[in-house]
């Protein structure tokens, strides 16, 4: 049998873990094994002050257990890609890494008072959106899809914890997760 | 729709090119990758990309704007968007100078890129269409397409071909409904001015001042509604074709104005002093017979020859009768992809009952009565039944007999009203029946009140 792990990174709130595993059990049907992932510093990029999420996934391939379908890893790091100023996270569209960051779903990020509820929201639909891409999904047009693209938490914030019924269907018609 | 379109990214660094890719691979586009000038030259070569991301600063001889300029020889649409690291104001210039889209400067925000994506998509969806439509449009009304195995006709459309190149004006009579407008379109899309514009006007339709304003426009203020110079539709046909449909409708002091366009090439807007010149082709039709017009002279002979340079003179449809069957079977092909609807063919005793009729709405009247059975009918062919209603129309009316106290005006708005129903809101049609012309007939629509 093949699971769908959620593996963080030292750094992670463990009750953030849990909401955003918990999420990901009651949609893909769990069960969902946590892992640990130690300390993601190896991806620091002294220039940027950001951390490159392709390293990232580059030793999640590596580090990915054999009985895991799909590895999905969370971080409270920056992320970033060489063309991007930053990235709420990134997946191999229909392979079987990803990674969420947490950095700038948090309020205290854009200088406003924390709000946890509003965190987790946010970590739990980043969580879906990247999990979705790792089982083919592309990015949905139907704004409140959690597949919508989203650059910026405003729009991550008038997305739904949920997939629209288009990519809920593409899902149960190819659940091992080729591209969709 | 996204996963139609591909985009290339070119970038010497892989990273940097794996990591746009994936980017937009997650939403949803087919993205290919180059790490070289050439190596994106090679690709172009063999495929169209939508968009090309190209990297400013590569090595090999051949940087950014050297591959951009060798993609848009092969592709002169291409959207192609400069990456760079480095941004000097001269680079960006350089860059727009030859021909590049956008330019952003890496690493750039999300959004940005994301927007700009999906603008340069929105357009080139447009573009598509728009291609589409046009084709579509062309092959409507194509000398090839015109449906007709009679000899006449045949004729018409061979000459259509011959005079479609040359400026000569062209003049196209028929009764209504036989297509003269069709004719017209077939001319102006087998010619040299295929791509510019064809303007219809309707002569009928507009009074003497207003047909005026719609030929030759005005200048502000040269009427009380005038509020804005308005160019006129000789104007907006401008190296193209103007489609003057029922020129044996308009006004003497018209018919002068129209003579002086047709030998000058130039005229004034209405309130206007500045001379404008125009470079349009004239093609004109019309229902009436026109050389009796000048016979009796309601139409100035030097109009006349002047219009009548090349004539055309499209047959009836109960002339052609062996097209009856042919124009059927198009339009139940045409109508049932345009109405949803599964008819694929006509029965014999239906295709007699259409032979039979006498047709004085012409072809257009054919389309109409394939319509309404293609709408009321319940199986895959069209049956007798179906055109019950060409029967009841055929019928020989009851004796009427006049209700006491009736005015000359109630009796007038009956007939009208009654008329336009027969033609089923043929206005052209209805105001032949009548015996009267369009823009009179316009009037007591108007003054009676009478719904179309």
Not at chain 2, 211 to 238: D, I, V
Not at chain 2, 270 to 298: F, I, P, Y
Not at chain 2, 321 to 331: M, S
Not at chain 2, 438 to 444: F, G, H, Q, V
Request: aromatic fraction near 6%; include cysteine; glycine fraction near 6%.
């Amino acid at each position: 049998m093949k699971y769908l792990y959620v593996a963080a990174a030292e750094e992670v709130e463990r009750g953030a873990l849990a909401a955003v595993t918990a999420r990901l059990a009651a949609e893909f049907g769990g069960p969902v094994r946590d892992m640990e992932l130690g300390s993601v510093d190896f991806a620091f990029d002294a220039e940027r002050r950001q951390y490159g999420s392709i390293p990232l996934l580059d030793m999640l391939l590596r580090r990915c257990p054999p009985d895991a379908a799909k590895l999905l890893a969370v971080t409270e790091r920056d992320l970033f890609i060489p063309v991007l100023t930053f990235v709420f996270g990134q997946a191999q569209l229909g392979g079987r890494v990803g990674v969420v960051s947490f950095a700038r779903l948090r309020q205290e990020f854009y200088g406003l008072a924390a709000n946890r509820e509003i965190f987790l929201e946010r970590a739990c639909k980043e969580a879906l959106h990247e999990t979705g891409h790792l089982f083919g999904l592309v990015h949905c047009p139907e704004r409140k899809c959690a597949m919508s693209l989203a650059t910026t938490v405003r729009q991550i914030d008038l997305k739904d914890d949920a997939f629209c019924a288009a990519c809920g269907a593409r899902l149960r018609r190819n659940p091992e997760g080729t591209q969709v | 729709m996204k996963t139609h379109w591909q985009i290339l990214v070119v970038d010497d660094e892989e990273v940097m090119c794996e990591s746009l890719a994936a980017w937009l691979r997650e939403d949803g586009y087919v993205v290919d990758t180059a790490s070289s000038g050439r190596d994106a030259v090679e690709k172009a070569r063999l495929r169209d990309y939508a968009i090309y991301f190209v990297d400013l600063k590569m090595p090999g001889g051949m940087d950014g704007i050297e591959t951009m300029m060798q993609i848009r020889r092969l592709h002169p649409e291409a959207s192609i968007i400069i990456i760079t690291a480095y941004a000097t104001v001269d680079t960006a210039i350089t860059a727009m100078k030859e021909g590049a889209q956008e330019y952003i400067v890496k690493p750039c925000n999300p959004e940005e890129i994301s927007l700009l994506v999906n603008r340069i998509i929105k357009v080139k969806n447009l573009q598509r269409e728009n291609t589409i439509l046009r084709k579509k449009l062309t092959r409507q009304y194509c000398v090839h397409d015109v449906v007709s195995k009679n000899p006449r006709m045949q004729e018409i459309m061979a000459l259509c071909g011959e005079i479609a190149s040359l400026r000569s004006t062209v003049l196209i009579q028929g009764e209504s409904g036989t297509g003269k407008e069709l004719v017209a379109r077939a001319i102006h899309n087998a010619g040299d001015r295929a791509s510019k514009p064809f303007v219809a006007v309707s002569c009928a339709a507009l009074a003497e001042t207003l047909l005026e304003s719609e030929f030759f426009g005005h200048e502000k203020g040269s009427f009380t509604s005038a509020n804005q110079q308005k160019r006129g539709k000789f104007e907006m046909a401008n190296t193209g074709t103007i489609f003057l449909d029922e020129i044996g409708d308009i006004s003497p002091k018209l018919q002068v104005d129209l003579l002086r366009v047709l030998q000058d090439r130039s005229f004034y807007r209405v309130g206007g002093s500045e001379e404008v010149r125009v470079d349009v082709r004239v093609v004109a039709a019309t229902h009436v017979n026109l050389q009796q017009a000048v016979a009796e002279g309601n139409f100035r002979d030097d109009l006349y020859y002047r219009l009548n340079v090349i004539e055309i003179r499209i047959p009836p449809l109960r002339a052609r009768r062996e097209d009856i069957p042919l124009l059927a079977d198009h339009f139940v092909e045409r109508l049932s992809h345009e109405l949803g609807k599964d008819v694929s063919e006509v029965s014999e005793g239906a295709l007699r009952l259409l032979l039979d009729h006498n047709w004085p709405g012409n072809v257009r009247e054919l389309e109409n009565a394939v319509e309404r059975a293609m709408v009321t009918c319940r199986g895959p062919v069209l049956t007798e039944s179906d055109f019950g209603f060409l029967a009841q129309a055929a019928a020989p009316a009851p004796v009427w007999a006049v209700p006491a106290g009736m005015t000359i005006e109630d009796m007038e708005k009956v007939l009208i009203t009654a008329t336009i129903q027969r033609t089923q809101g043929n206005i052209k049609e209805a105001a032949s029946v009548l015996g009267i012309d369009r823009s009179t007939l316009y009037e007591k629509i108007k003054k009676y009140e009478i719904p179309r």
